[in-house]
């Protein structure tokens, strides 16, 4: 059986461009005994991958060229060699920029044949959302009444976390670009406040919204300067959650910007602590109970942007990283 794939062609200098990607068509064997054939329903445009392109492992190992392009997506299954699948079966795992996929059932997670949203499982009920989840709870330990900080807040990760901590019972300041991003975050999202990114007085904004005594966690998806604003607005014990740090992804590592402001850590007991998702892969199903209840019942919002099939990858990848995608930026590959 044949299946089209989008593969790595050449490492990207600075930002991708879709010449670093080549679409290709290749055979696929028929599914060995415990293994199952997957049909790719939605791919996603992952800016985390960005970093595994080099070639350098980050928590995940680098690509090599020649490799499907990397990524969560949902899926169906085919046929079933597998003592725990089925055909017809809905499926996320990591099945990355291809029209197939065949699997050895590792990492997978079952999608309830009843959900809200079949999509929402390439994004806020993958990933995107879970890295929300534990990082809100688990890493930043946000209680009710506390204020949230959380950069690129309009993503997928950022707008969910601001999500859940009004859901917990706290408020979010959001940090996002543009005044649709703005619109949305406060009037369907709930936030109590966003800040253009592009604010020259962004710190004053920050602790302006923060009110007396600062906020209390800041969730960062970017790093650069917008994390040296935000140091600016924690109070006495603040936590930071480092999500991710897109602002540097394209730069080469001895071009990556850091925060300069480690003194404040001293006077406000500041903590920082990194986050990798996969390190809560077994309470994944206790997530997505969650969220998979809050969006039924309407309290947790969420975009999409979705492209028409594989091809169209590369060039919503690229400008994803530009910052142009608003939402999770996702390929259907099939209905
Ligand atoms: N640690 C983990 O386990 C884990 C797992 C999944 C994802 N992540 C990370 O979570 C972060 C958010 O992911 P996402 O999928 O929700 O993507 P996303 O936030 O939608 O990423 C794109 C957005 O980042 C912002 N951005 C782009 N360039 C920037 C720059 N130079 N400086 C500041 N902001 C910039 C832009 O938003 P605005 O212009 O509106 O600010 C842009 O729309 C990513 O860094 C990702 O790698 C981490």
């Given at each position: 059986m044949?299946?089209?794939?989008?593969?790595?062609?050449?490492?990207?200098?600075?930002?991708?461009?879709?010449?670093d990607f080549?679409l290709?068509t290749?055979?696929?064997?028929a599914?060995?005994?415990?293994?199952l054939?997957?049909?790719?329903?939605?791919?996603?445009?992952?800016?985390?991958?960005?970093?595994?392109?080099?070639?350098d492992?980050?928590y995940?190992?680098?690509?090599?060229?020649?490799?499907?392009?990397?990524?969560?997506?949902?899926?169906?299954?085919?046929?079933s060699?597998?003592?725990?699948?089925?055909?017809?079966?809905?499926?996320?795992?990591?099945?990355?920029?291809?029209?197939?996929?065949?699997s050895?059932?590792r990492g997978?997670?079952?999608?309830?044949?009843?959900?809200?949203?079949?999509?929402?499982w390439?994004?806020i009920?993958?990933?995107?959302?879970?890295?929300a989840?534990?990082?809100?709870?688990?890493?930043a330990?946000?209680?009710?009444?506390?204020t949230?900080?959380?950069?690129?807040?309009?993503g997928?990760?950022?707008a969910?976390a601001?999500?859940?901590?009004?859901?917990?019972?706290?408020?979010a300041?959001?940090?996002?670009?543009?005044?649709?991003?703005?619109r949305?975050?406060l009037?369907?999202?709930?936030?109590?406040?966003?800040?253009?990114?592009s604010a020259?007085?962004?710190?004053?904004?920050?602790?302006?919204?923060?009110?007396?005594?600062?906020?209390?966690?800041?969730f960062?998806?970017?790093?650069?300067?917008v994390?040296?604003?935000?140091?600016?607005?924690?109070?006495?014990?603040?936590?930071?959650?480092v999500?991710?740090q897109?602002?540097?992804?394209n730069?080469?590592?001895?071009?990556?910007s850091?925060?300069?402001?480690?003194?404040?850590?001293?006077?406000?007991?500041?903590r920082?602590?990194?986050?990798?998702?996969?390190?809560?892969?077994?309470?994944?199903?206790?997530a997505?109970?969650?969220?998979e209840?809050?969006i039924?019942?309407?309290?947790?919002?969420?975009r999409?942007?979705?492209?028409?099939?594989?091809?169209a990858?590369?060039?919503?990848f690229?400008?994803?990283?530009?910052g142009?995608i608003?939402?999770?930026?996702?390929a259907?590959?099939?209905?």
């Amino acid at each position: 059986m044949t299946s089209a794939h989008v593969v790595l062609a050449r490492r990207p200098q600075g930002a991708p461009v879709p010449e670093d990607f080549r679409l290709e068509t290749r055979e696929l064997p028929a599914p060995r005994e415990g293994q199952l054939l997957v049909e790719v329903l939605f791919a996603t445009a992952n800016p985390g991958s960005r970093n595994r392109m080099g070639g350098d492992a980050s928590y995940a190992r680098g690509m090599r060229l020649g490799e499907t392009m990397e990524g969560p997506a949902v899926g169906r299954v085919l046929v079933s060699n597998h003592p725990e699948w089925r055909q017809g079966d809905l499926v996320t795992g990591a099945f990355g920029w291809a029209e197939r996929a065949l699997s050895s059932g590792r990492g997978l997670r079952r999608i309830p044949a009843r959900t809200p949203s079949l999509s929402a499982w390439a994004g806020i009920l993958n990933l995107p959302g879970l890295t929300a989840y534990f990082g809100l709870r688990d890493v930043a330990g946000f209680k009710p009444g506390e204020t949230l900080i959380v950069s690129s807040a309009a993503g997928p990760v950022g707008a969910t976390a601001g999500q859940i901590a009004r859901l917990m019972g706290g408020r979010a300041i959001g940090i996002a670009s543009g005044a649709e991003r703005k619109r949305w975050l406060l009037e369907e999202a709930g936030f109590a406040a966003v800040i253009d990114r592009s604010a020259p007085d962004l710190a004053d904004a920050l602790i302006a919204a923060a009110g007396e005594g600062g906020a209390q966690v800041y969730f960062d998806n970017v790093g650069g300067p917008v994390l040296d604003a935000a140091i600016r607005a924690l109070g006495q014990r603040g936590r930071i959650v480092v999500s991710g740090q897109i602002a540097d992804y394209n730069r080469p590592d001895g071009e990556r910007s850091g925060t300069r402001r480690v003194h404040e850590f001293i006077g406000k007991r500041l903590r920082m602590e990194g986050m990798v998702v996969f390190d809560y892969a077994e309470r994944f199903g206790e997530a997505e109970r969650e969220i998979e209840g809050w969006i039924a019942d309407g309290r947790l919002k969420f975009r999409e942007h979705i492209v028409d099939g594989l091809a169209a990858l590369p060039a919503l990848f690229c400008a994803q990283l530009r910052g142009e995608i608003f939402g999770r930026a996702l390929a259907k590959v099939a209905s």
